[in-house]
């Protein structure tokens, strides 16, 4: 991972294609206490300090029922990062690992995922524990943690599906 979008030894940069439109639209705006990448935790807590995720319109509507959730996982776009390393060297000591396996924030798509400790919900604002990116992150999206979510539509049968019945799509051609 880098730290200030610099290079480190061993590390592997690729040339990227060329940007495609995902269709993503920011609905929000995430409100944290650090402005500098040296400072920004490297995973949030929930003892950590208060943030507030302001929702954009027309999304505040969307809020509804939020509340009855002790924890919400967050998504947000990782603005400021380079998306170009394929090898990095997370403690800058010339040793690498695949970004793949990492959860630096330089990545093809940089999005971020953080659980979050909801403390409070207000005019379109949440207030929250657990985050750990740098003031004025984009958001992309928020859902119930997914262990505290049951379905609210009825199952289908792919719910019931154990074992290796499907196996056929994992194998190799
Ligand atoms: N919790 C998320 C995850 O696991 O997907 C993000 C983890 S990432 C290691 C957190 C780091 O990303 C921070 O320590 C900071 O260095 C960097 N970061 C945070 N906000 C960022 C932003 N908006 N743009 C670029 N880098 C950011």
Known sequence: ?????????????????????????????????????????????????????EIFEPWRQALQGVEAFERLEILYWLDRSRRDLVLQSPANSGKVHGTFSLRS?????????????????????????GMDCLDGTPLLDLKPDRTLFKPIAPPQPGDFQTGDDVAHYCKKA
Request: hydrophobic letters at 35%; proline letters at 10%.
């Open 105 to 129: 924030p330089v990545r093809p798509n940089p999005i971020g995922t953080s659980i979050v400790k909801l403390e409070g919900v207000e005019d379109g604002v949440l207030l929250v524990r």
């Open 1 to 53: 991972m880098v730290r200030e979008n610099e290079i480190r030894e061993n590390e592997v940069a690729v040339d990227l294609p060329p940007a495609t439109d995902a269709g993503l639209v920011f609905i929000g705006r995430i409100s944290t206490p650090w402005t500098s990448r040296m400072e920004t935790p490297r995973q949030g807590r929930h003892d950590g300090p208060l943030c507030r995720i």
